[in-house]
T-cell receptor, first 116, second 113 residues
């Protein structure tokens, strides 16, 4: 079965420190992977995606993610966290059994808290 | 740029009432969908549409109806609201091909009492 796991409900980091939000996946074939961010009482905003090519993907707001096929992971990273990065982060993978519809399977989300 | 627009943002319903969540997009996207977000469960697909006049069920369709009379609009109807439908609802749209970025609306917070 296809799935996405975000093993940490919450991640806490100090402002200025590097941050990592973890994501692992299980799909058939080549995965299309996405990261979205949700600020309080707001919709999901697209951060970045991996379709093919370079394993290191750069996205919005200074975030990047590394695709690791052997570990089936797609961890989100940022070299220096900001308090304004505090939000709920979702990892998602394309559903390969969606019959051609562009459908995503989402992880449960990880709440990132950056403290001053 | 408006993107994906949802209304209302907040709504309280009584059990048994019906209502419609409105969704409109101005990006000429063929694909539109509705997801619900519940704590600890990520987002789950309710219904989707691959074009005007075409709709289909997602993972959790029971209690909801949709229609797609135009490319721009994709309303979600709750037929007889139940407390289990208390959730945050997101409308989304994208171009059709796999891997295209899906864009989400701001969300509709619904409470059924």
């Amino acid at each position: 079965a296809q799935s996405v796991a975000q093993p940490e409900d919450q991640v806490k980091v100090a402002e200025g420190n590097p941050l990592t939000v973890k994501c692992t996946y299980s799909v058939s074939g080549n995965p299309y992977l996405f990261w979205y961010v949700q600020y309080p009482n707001r919709g999901l905003q697209f951060l970045l995606k991996y379709i093919t090519g370079d394993n290191l993907v750069k996205g919005s707001y200074g975030f990047e993610a590394e695709f690791n096929k052997s570990q089936t992971s797609f961890h989100l990273k940022k070299p220096s966290a900001l308090v304004s990065d505090s939000a709920l982060y979702f990892c998602a993978v394309r559903d390969v059994f969606s019959g051609g519809y562009n459908k995503l399977i989402f992880g449960a989300g990880t709440r990132l808290a950056v403290h001053p | 740029n408006a993107g994906v627009t949802q209304t209302p943002k907040f709504q309280v319903l009584k059990t048994g009432q019906s209502m419609t969540l409105q969704c409109a997009q101005d990006m000429n996207h063929e694909y539109m969908s509705w997801y619900r977000q519940d704590p600890g469960m990520g987002l789950r697909l309710i219904h989707y549409s691959v074009g005007a006049g075409i709709t289909d069920q997602g993972e959790v369709p029971n209690g909801y109806n949709v229609s797609r009379s135009t490319t721009e609009d994709f309303p979600l109807r709750l037929l007889s609201a139940a407390p289990s439908q208390t959730s945050v609802y997101f409308c989304a749209s994208s171009y059709g091909a796999d891997g295209n970025t899906i864009y989400f609306g701001e969300g509709s917070w619904l409470t059924v009492v």
